[in-house]
């Protein structure tokens, strides 16, 4: 195979057979190995244990193509295979071999097995009993000598019967003495074990032992693994702890990124080196360190806290730091450049405690207001980034232009409760325009709008207008959202609880229901055409690819 580009099945069964042909002519114990040959020297193995379709036989004529595996079978057995006792004997070889492809682009075979042992000693065994098949010569000779045993056994007896009573008691003693010494001899033979079968045990022994061995090896290198991962696992805890806004803050605090100075220089000099200071300007803690003040970067900071001292006599700080392997510490907080270092020491936590606890209870307050500050800095970075520079608006000077008045929307412009922001939606030339009466105003532009809704009052008490956005926007400078939605309540907030009971007929109550209805009416109308004028008078020139869809209410659900 090796070297060719095509080979079938029934040539390697032909470069076999030549091959012992060859071998015997030259060898003379040979001369009739080419009649003990087996029909097949081998098959193709691969998801099933024997393929039978790929026999390495004299009448096969597929192909061996490159990425399979064969298991080359050579056997020789037959009746001429007998050794100097007569016994009959099988010779029997496998290896595996994988078809690869040469860097010329031709088969290329690789042993398999070419690892294993091959001596004799490790191929070779005997059977301890005697197999089916044996030399018919010699199973006549042992029949024809048991026949003869059985007659001459015969004979004596008929002769011991003719003897008298005495000799027959001395003949079954020695009898009695003969089966003795056989079963003795029976045992001594069971407990002799042929050199061959105790080498074979001694090597099944010592391949368990390996056995072992290797699995011990294989369980150290997982052991090695196992605390590996282990380790980086709490190098890396904390990573998914808190909720979604401790996420979102934790992931822009990178210590990469804080600098309380940019030279030691920069550090006041007019402030006691024996005094913690706030410097609210540099967003730092200057700490008091043998004599040095040093800076601490309030992102480094984790949290700070003021124990009660028992008695009342001192006044305590303790500030805690951020650092590795701790909870709820993510590893990506800390400088790339330094986590491969592992001689660095990182400050966990810091005790100080005076008598005086005015200066304690102030850089506990400036600690407090700065932490708030930062965080709120991060949440609106955060905020920030999703948020993507719109366009600013066209403006309509044109009275004709189309407005509707006497709105709410949702989210609320930063009142809450019964004061809700109430205010003039008007479609200008490239967006709509949200003016509240507090004169705070929201800007939609067309070409970020993905879905506008119109839902008229039907059984409920609003009409609205629903615009789904592509990219968020900020309501009120403070909320990001991806909805907003403009509309109008049809009844009013207050219900009459009086316990009085009415009548049946109640003109008054009949009036509020009529008024009701008036009310859905003209408001359904009033939105209606304010959706018509926008799709024709605005959208048909500057956004012709948005409409204003109707929800299907049998397709609600609650």
Not at 193 to 210: K, P, Q, Y
Not at 285 to 301: A, K, Q, W
Not at 345 to 355: D, F, I, P
Not at 516 to 540: D, Y
Request: net charge positive; aromatic share 6%; charged share 35%.
């Amino acid at each position: 195979i090796n070297g060719k580009e095509s080979v079938t099945c029934q040539e390697v069964y032909n470069a076999a057979v030549e091959h012992i042909k060859a071998k015997a002519s030259t060898v003379e114990y040979l001369h009739d190995a080419l009649s003990q040959f087996q029909t097949d020297c081998g098959y193709s193995i691969g998801l099933e244990f024997r393929d039978g379709h790929m026999l390495l036989n004299a009448k096969n004529h597929k192909h061996i193509t490159p990425g399979m595996c064969l298991n080359l079978s050579v056997g020789f057995a037959g009746d001429k295979m007998v050794n100097e006792k007569k016994k009959p004997y099988a010779v029997w070889v496998c290896d595996s071999a994988y078809i690869s492809t040469g860097p010329d682009g031709k088969m290329k075979v690789e042993l398999l097995t070419s690892g294993m042992s091959s001596g004799k000693d490790e191929v070779m065994y005997y059977l301890d009993t005697d197999q089916p098949g044996e030399n018919e010569d010699v199973v006549k000779n042992e029949r024809k000598e048991s026949s003869k045993k059985d007659k001459k056994s015969k004979k004596e007896k008929k002769q011991h019967d003719k003897t008298p009573d005495r000799s027959k008691k001395e003949k079954r003693r020695r009898e009695e003495a003969r089966s003795s010494s056989r079963r003795h001899k029976h045992k001594k033979d069971d407990l002799v074990i042929e050199s061959r079968l105790r080498t074979r045990r001694n090597r099944a022994t010592a391949e368990d032992e390996e056995e072992r061995k290797r699995l011990m090896d294989q369980q150290y290198e997982l052991r090695a693994r196992k605390v590996e991962e282990c380790r980086a696992r709490l190098l890396r805890s904390g990573e998914d702890a808190g909720d979604a806004d401790a996420d979102a803050t934790a992931k822009n605090k990178c210590l990469d990124t804080c600098k309380s100075y940019s030279t030691p220089d920069d550090i006041p000099h007019d402030i006691r080196t024996t005094k913690l200071t706030v410097d609210a300007k540099h967003d730092t803690l200057l700490v008091p360190i043998n004599g040095t003040l040093v800076p601490f970067h309030i992102r480094t900071i984790k949290n700070i806290s003021k124990p009660n001292d028992e008695g009342g006599k001192y006044t305590s700080i303790r500030i805690n730091f951020h650092a590795p392997g701790t909870s709820f510490v993510q590893q990506d907080m800390f400088p790339e450049s330094n986590r491969s270092k592992q001689t660095l020491v990182y400050l966990k936590e810091l005790n100080y405690r005076a008598e005086d606890g005015r200066n304690l209870q102030a850089v506990f307050r400036g600690l407090k207001e700065l932490q708030k500050r930062q965080r709120t800095r991060e949440l609106e970075a955060n905020t920030m980034k999703d948020i993507k520079e719109q366009p600013s608006l066209k403006l309509i000077k044109d009275r004709s232009r189309p407005v509707l008045r006497d709105l709410n929307v949702k989210p609320q412009l930063g009142s809450t409760g019964r004061n809700r922001a109430v205010g003039t939606l008007e479609a200008h030339q490239n967006g709509f325009r949200f003016t509240s009466s507090r004169a705070e105003h929201v800007d939609i532009i067309y070409r970020n709008i993905a879905h506008a809704i119109f839902q008229p009052c039907e059984n409920d008490q609003t009409v609205l207008l629903h615009f789904n956005l592509k990219d968020p926007i900020l309501v009120g400078g403070k909320k990001k959202t991806y909805d907003i939605q403009f509309y109008t309540e049809t009844r009013s907030a207050g219900d009459d609880l009086g316990t009085r009971r009415r009548a049946g007929y109640d003109p008054d109550e009949i009036m509020d229901e009529q008024r009701e209805r008036e009310m859905i009416t003209k408001l359904n109308k009033l939105f209606r055409e304010f959706v018509r004028q926008v799709e024709e008078q605005v959208w048909s020139q500057y956004a012709p690819n948005l409409e204003f869809d109707m929800p299907y209410r049998e397709l609600g659900f609650t």
